[in-house]
């Protein structure tokens, strides 16, 4: 094996992980927010600290997303408004996963 194929190995390999890392927060993101859609449908007790902790997550990834919908239905408002952010965090970090896989 020469010297130019053990560094791209090399390479290939830094990409590989980075691509995993990055796929796997995008999924770690997007299943805080659908945890926190789930358990808010569930009607999950609010005062739990495991729930508190969920929703503070949720809180803190989509909180760029808050009150882009704002319909009179509550459960709608918080599926669309913490399912658009974990639909998009899926797409973009699979996206770019892919991309460094290809680099």
């Known amino acids: ?7 791209r190995g090399g390479r290939d390999s830094a990409a590989q992980r ?17 945890l926190w859609i ?14 508190g902790f969920v929703e503070g997550m949720a809180d803190w990834l989509a909180w760029w997303s808050q009150d882009i919908f704002t319909m009179d ?11 658009l952010p974990a639909v998009i965090y899926l797409f973009v970090g699979h996206g ?8």
């Open 1 to 7: 094996m020469s010297a130019s194929q053990r560094h």
């Open 18 to 34: 980075s691509a995993l890392a990055i796929h796997t927060i995008a999924d770690i993101a997007a299943a805080f927010l659908g």
């Open 38 to 51: 789930l358990l808010y449908a569930l009607e999950a007790n609010q005062a739990n600290v495991f729930v």
């Open 73 to 83: 239905t509550e459960w709608l408002r918080v599926l669309l408004n913490y399912g």
């Open 96 to 103: 770019i996963a892919a991309r460094v896989r290809r680099a």
